[in-house]
């Protein structure tokens, strides 16, 4: 997947923003994240005869513009979940890694983490989250990082942003050079969270622009 | 570090007159902000009935043969929400006002809906009340089921307490408690519950519910405090037991079962038989309540004889602080030492 140098991704923020028509689409496939791997007995028990992560695909697009990068991510979704009130939200996730080469599935390990960017649909705020493994996500190192969603005719649209450069333990994103990338997507509405979703089975080349 | 230890609850539901003093003693010390308002970390509910929230029983979650069973979420409606009422249209506004109601309508659940209804038929109707907190269990189904480790049983007390820093509000151990004794506070986004008065149990104060008990009702103790009344209950007399120990997950609030006057026959003549059917009492309690009854019986009918019964001093607890163990501390002077200790601090 290439990400396009842009002037600004300013122009790119708004999820229905014109630029996206003239970027390259790339498809990612997504599966439901593994029973198996579910870090506990109750969560599988009690997802082990209910369909979850059924998304097959989410349609991806990237800019950047030396400082900052912009992913539009869109997938189908025929009933939004807000997560208002006692409902759980519908939400959707970038993950890079940050060293070493992480396990996507394992959400990597101590000596290789990723990190990443989520959206949900009942926060206003992206969070960024430092994964080391299944179950020990950590509050991630801040890097600008923003999401904003908009659903129209049965499909999510999320912009996601942060800036290229990372510090400390975050991923660092190098223009002219080669990274990894690799999504999630929550389905609120299924009652769909923390390691019950989508995910693409692995990671995705990712070539940012010199 | 500190001996691991299991502060318990032996709750005689032979004295329990069902007045929720307990609930609304929670409720002021505990469950009084917002996003709570919903929330009962004490209730008080008649048996036999659907409960709180409705017809828990059947919601699943707790173990079978050690393996996790699937549970079912429980939604606030379940519970009951909070009533708001129309106090100001129906007592401020002079003669054309509204009749005192909640706003929004009628509702259709709430804590302690089905009181007194019971079960039975007359003129051998039964009920009896169960009060109902977190069970605080030895294999807490909650804490297993978490992902992210946000639950845990403190080694010094055994009680089981919710870390809302690390809680994201999955609520698999809503689903996964099968007491349903988790609630959702959709301000916070974190689940809650009863924390077994932990500040108070710190400085020596028994739980609010058990203080406030009009019918000296809720022992507290540890378990392993062999000159406590909750040892002699749970230990030497078993005579109190979990609800529900089918669930696996091994409470620590136990309960002394009910007895009742015997049933009537078609004449009104009392007749040799339990008022509340003994398959309904194991239903509850398992096989052991049989037991624990027929000795209440027979300690009760020696004591009402003029003969001595250490098990019916025990659950009469003529010395009020005798109910609670090591925890007799007045919360005034604790009230009183902590100003004197933020002073100290503060230099
Ligand atoms: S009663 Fe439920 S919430 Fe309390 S410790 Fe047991 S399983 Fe957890
Ligand atoms: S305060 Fe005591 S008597 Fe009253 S409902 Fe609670 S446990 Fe029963």
């Keep these: 997947m290439r990400v396009q140098k842009v002037n600004t991704i300013a122009e790119y923020t708004d999820p229905a923003a014109p630029g996206w028509g003239s970027v390259e689409v790339t498809e990612i496939e997504t599966i439901p994240a593994p029973l198996g791997l579910q870090p506990t007995e109750y969560i599988q028990v009690s997802w082990e005869e209910r369909p979850y992560g059924a998304l097959e695909q989410a349609s991806l697009r990237a800019v950047h513009d030396g400082t900052s990068i912009a992913i539009q991510m869109i997938w189908e979704d025929p009933q939004p979940s807000t997560g208002a009130g006692e409902g759980f939200p519908d939400g959707a996730a970038i993950a890079f890694p940050v060293h070493g080469e992480p396990e996507l599935m394992q959400m990597g390990s101590p000596e290789a983490p990723m990190q990443f960017v989520q959206w949900q649909a009942s926060k206003k705020q992206a969070r960024s989250v430092l994964a080391k493994g299944i179950g020990s996500t950590l509050p991630g190192a801040a890097v600008g990082e923003t999401a904003t969603g908009s659903w129209s005719g049965g499909r999510w649209t999320v912009v996601f942003t942060r800036s290229l450069a990372g510090e400390g333990e975050s991923a660092n994103l190098v223009p002219g050079s080669n990274t990894q990338i690799g999504i999630a997507v929550w389905n609120g509405s299924n009652e769909e969270r923390a390691g019950i979703k989508a995910v693409s089975a692995d990671w995705t080349a990712l070539a940012l622009d010199r | ?347």
């Design chain 2, 1 to 347: 570090m500190t001996d691991k230890r299991q502060v318990a609850m032996v709750i005689d539901l032979n004295k329990c007159i069902g007045c929720q003093t307990c609930t609304i003693a929670c409720k002021t010390q505990w469950t009084n902000r917002e996003g709570m308002e919903g929330m009962w970390w004490n209730t008080v509910s008649t048996s036999p009935g659907e409960g709180t929230p409705k017809g828990w029983e059947k919601m699943g979650g707790g173990f079978r043969k050690g393996k996790a069973q699937p549970g079912k979420l429980p939604k606030q409606g379940e519970f009951g929400t909070a009533w708001n009422f129309n106090v100001e249209e129906a007592l401020f506004q002079g003669d054309k006002h509204d009749t005192l109601g909640p706003i929004g309508g009628d509702p259709n659940w709430g804590t302690n809906w089905d009181e007194d209804i019971g079960g039975g038929e007359y003129p051998n109707s039964f009920q009896f009340y169960i009060p109902r907190i977190c069970n605080h269990c030895t294999k807490p189904a909650c804490m297993e089921a978490c992902p992210r480790g946000a639950i845990f049983k403190r080694e010094e007390d055994g009680i089981v307490v919710i870390n809302e820093d690390h809680c994201r509000g999955f609520r698999f151990c809503q689903e996964a408690c099968p007491y349903k004794e988790i609630y959702y506070n959709t301000v916070t986004g974190t689940s809650q519950k009863c924390i077994m008065c932990a500040p108070r149990l710190e400085e020596g104060v028994p739980t609010a519910c058990s203080r406030q008990c009009p019918g000296r009702v809720r022992f507290l103790g540890f378990l392993d405090d062999e000159d406590g009344p909750i040892h002699k209950l749970v230990y030497k007399y078993k005579v109190a037991m979990a609800l529900h120990p089918e669930y696996e997950t091994e409470p620590n609030v136990f309960y002394i079962p009910p007895l009742a006057p015997p049933s009537f026959d078609e004449e009104g003549n009392p007749i040799d038989e339990d008022r509340i059917p003994m398959d309904y009492l194991d239903s509850l309690f398992g096989p052991a309540v049989g037991p624990a009854i027929d000795l209440l019986k027979a300690e009760k009918a020696k004591k009402k004889a003029g003969g001595e019964s250490d098990l019916m001093d025990t659950l009469i607890a003529r010395n009020w602080l005798d109910l609670f163990g090591p925890f007799t501390t007045n919360p005034k002077d604790v009230a009183k030492t902590l100003e004197e200790r933020v002073q100290n601090r503060q230099g």
